[in-house]
């Protein structure tokens, strides 16, 4: 049931679009006053999560680690993956947040023969690192609608995009990837029963919303076509705070737009907080030194104790005189520090 | 405490980041659309103006198909006009590559069409003297 809900909060977005996109106040609402909102509930939204994180104590060192520690000079340690200095931890977290390095990890778990097998399974992994770096790939080329004038990079990155050079406007590789890998990841939760069972709205929300927005772009794009022009006009406006509702653009674009809205809205609300979220996993973002260096809780509470030699001091005659033997030596001096076992 | 700094420098960076389109316009003067040289003597293109704003990229590719694998160079536009399917003889026998085309694709950040590397442009091709 859940990924029916979500596919239809979708469409309902979707089509809250398309409807407002053919009234002229709908247009007013969806180009100049929708985008704002959205953009203020994700700035504000994302600065208080990360807020809150941050404000969260963290008195232990818990580093996840996956390999050797650092002990013994003749004994190799993994200076990335159980990592015992700052630039181990740099290291760990650049491969982790471009490469994804744990989900490489991801493995399958099988009953063979009897036997629990588990195999590698590299699929997740290569679908999820494919979705992200295309939808940044994505994220950047729109630049060249905020941006006037469009940077060299912008355009860069479009003749990269559209190397192969067919058709025109030619097709960029980004959006065949991302429609391929958001398909992957959804078929992935259908198909797999244990996957599905433990699936949640929230996570067909997102890749519903995001495939929604990859195929109304990739519609404007290829097939029923946009002023981009406009487009652009519109976007500078919204960039320079006097934004005005575009004449002639379908209502696909508007449905695009909500849609865009509506995820940046729901992000830092959703598990896609993770986008801010993997910065600050203490999991992986601790140098693991706890053997080497001591880390003492700020947070400790300052406790009072009574020592035994202090309590043999305190009640040293009426021991002695009821004949129990005491334990430090007469005249042993200050008795704090003599400790006897 | 101590990292909290870091995790104040790193949002302030993304915070800045998302909104650099606000800060670039507003240190830039208005943003205008791009000035176009339309033909002095021309009133009409091959299609509705509006649809060659949105599809001329589509009607070229029409055009070449039809030209290199049908043969069929004849093209009868909304008005009733006949042209010839060609780049060169065509769109750029009203437009002009550098004041028209190039324009509006650097303010869209259309990376330069390579169409260009095969077809000419009659205003350049003049000076360098090729056919
Ligand atoms: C590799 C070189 C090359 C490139 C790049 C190229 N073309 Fe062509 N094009 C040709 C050749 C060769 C013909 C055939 C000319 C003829 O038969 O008159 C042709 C024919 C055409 C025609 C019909 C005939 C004419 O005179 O224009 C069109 C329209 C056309 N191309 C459009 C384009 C567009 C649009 C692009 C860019 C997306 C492009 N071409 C890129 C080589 C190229
Ligand atoms: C007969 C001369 C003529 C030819 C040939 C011609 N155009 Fe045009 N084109 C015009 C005129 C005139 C306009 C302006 C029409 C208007 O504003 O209503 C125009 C407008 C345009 C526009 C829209 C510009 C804007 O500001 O909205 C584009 C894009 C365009 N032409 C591309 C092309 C392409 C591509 C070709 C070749 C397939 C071509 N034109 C062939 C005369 C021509
Ligand atoms: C009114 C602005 C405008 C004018 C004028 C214009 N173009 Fe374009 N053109 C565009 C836009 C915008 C795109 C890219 C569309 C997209 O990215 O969805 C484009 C794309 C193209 C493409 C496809 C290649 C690519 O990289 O996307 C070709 C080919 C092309 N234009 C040819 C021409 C020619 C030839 C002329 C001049 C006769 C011309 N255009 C004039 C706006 C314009």
New interface residues.
């Given amino acids: 049931m859940n990924e029916i809900y979500a596919l239809l909060v979708v469409l309902a977005i979707a089509a809250a679009g398309l409807a407002g996109g053919q009234m002229s106040f709908g247009r007013i609402a969806l180009a100049e006053v929708i985008p704002y909102a959205a953009a203020i509930l994700f700035l504000a939204g994302f600065c208080w999560r990360i807020m809150r994180w941050a404000w969260a104590p963290v008195p232990f060192h818990i580093p996840v680690t996956c390999g050797q520690q650092k002990s013994f000079r003749w004994i190799r340690a993994a200076k990335i993956d159980n990592p015992s200095t700052q630039w181990g931890v740099l290291a760990r977290m650049a491969a982790e947040i471009l490469l994804f390095r744990s989900l490489f990890r991801n493995s399958r778990a099988q009953i063979g023969g009897g036997w629990l097998i588990l195999s590698e399974s590299g699929a997740l992994w290569l679908s999820a690192l494919a979705f992200h770096w295309a939808l940044l790939l994505i994220l950047l080329r729109h630049l060249r609608l905020f941006l006037e004038p469009v940077p060299a990079f912008v355009n860069a990155l479009e003749r990269l995009d559209s190397f192969f050079q067919l058709g025109a406007p030619p097709l960029y590789l980004s959006d065949v990837v991302v429609i391929a890998a958001l398909g992957y990841l959804l078929i992935r939760r259908f198909r797999d029963p244990a996957v599905r069972f433990i699936s949640l709205f929230t996570d067909y929300f997102g890749l519903f919303l995001l495939l929604a927005i990859s195929v109304t772009g990739v519609l404007m794009r290829y097939f029923t076509r946009i002023d981009v022009l406009n487009v652009k006009e519109l976007a500078l406006g919204l960039a320079a705070m006097r934004p005005q509702a575009p004449q002639g653009l379908g209502p696909i674009f508007f449905a695009h737009l909500l849609l865009v809205c509506a995820l940046a809205s729901y992000l830092p609300f959703s598990k896609l907080m993770h986008m801010g979220g993997i910065f600050l996993s203490p999991t992986r973002n601790l140098a693991n030194n706890s053997r080497s260096r001591r880390h003492i809780n700020p947070w400790n509470h300052p406790v009072k104790t009574h020592t035994y030699p202090e309590w043999e001091k305190e009640f040293r005659e009426k021991l002695q005189s009821a004949g129990i033997p005491v334990e430090i030596a007469e005249g042993a001096g200050d008795a704090g520090n003599a400790r006897t076992n | 405490?101590r990292?909290?700094v870091w995790?104040?420098i790193?949002?302030a960076v993304?915070?800045a980041a998302?909104?650099a389109?606000?800060w670039?316009?507003?240190a830039?003067t208005?943003?205008r659309?791009?000035d176009l040289v339309l033909p002095a003597n021309q009133k009409e293109c091959v299609a509705p103006a509006?649809t060659m704003?949105?599809?001329h990229?589509?009607m070229?590719?029409n055009w070449r198909e039809d030209v290199v694998r049908r043969g069929d160079r004849r093209y009868v536009a909304f008005d009733g006009k006949v042209y010839e399917k060609s780049l060169t003889h065509t769109c750029l026998g009203c437009h002009s590559k550098a004041a028209f085309c190039d324009r509006?694709h650097?303010?869209?950040?259309?990376?330069g069409?390579?169409c260009w590397n095969c077809h000419s442009d009659p205003q350049a091709t003049v000076t360098r003297s090729r056919p």
Avoid: N, W
């Fill in positions: 405490m990292d909290r995790i104040f790193g949002l993304f915070v998302f909104t389109p606000f670039h316009v507003h830039k208005s943003a659309q791009p509006s704003r949105d599809a990229m589509q070229l590719l509006c650097e303010y869209s950040g259309v990376s069409p390579y």
